[in-house]
């Protein structure tokens, strides 16, 4: 089992910047592509950002040029830095692991992203 324990949100004004950190409970890290998803109220859960075991790279349209996602496997960690923040970001966002081998996701229980106008 893999734990993701999420952190980095908070309450931020419009234009500024956060930075949310996924921390992995196993060395397995390393073979699990990564993802950020956001849910707002009344909305669905999408993808926000995703990068893969070898450090490939993409983003939803809304987030292209202010998000940015990386990892760092001596770490066991995910990051998304979040620039120029609108209301509309406003959400609770998750980091997933995906494991290929045995088709499997992993969550976290999510972290509170408000950006206030």
């Known amino acids: 089992q893999v734990q993701l324990v999420e952190s980095g949100g908070g309450l931020v004004q419009a234009g500024g910047s956060l930075r949310l950190s996924c921390a992995a409970s196993?060395?397995?890290?390393?073979?699990?592509?990564m993802g950020w998803y956001r849910q707002a109220p009344g909305n669905q859960r999408d993808l926000v950002a995703h990068?893969?075991?070898?450090?490939?790279?993409n983003y939803a349209d809304s987030v292209k040029g202010r998000f940015t996602i990386s990892r760092d496997n001596a770490k066991n960690t995910v990051y998304l830095q979040m620039n120029s923040l609108k209301p509309e970001d406003t959400a609770v966002y998750y980091c997933?692991?995906?494991?290929?081998?045995?088709?499997?996701?992993?969550w976290g229980q999510g972290t509170q992203v408000t950006v206030s106008s």
């Open positions: 990068i893969t075991t070898s450090g490939s790279t």
């Open positions: 196993r060395s397995i890290f390393n073979s699990l592509s």
């Open positions: 997933n692991g995906f494991n290929s081998v045995v088709h499997r996701h992993y």
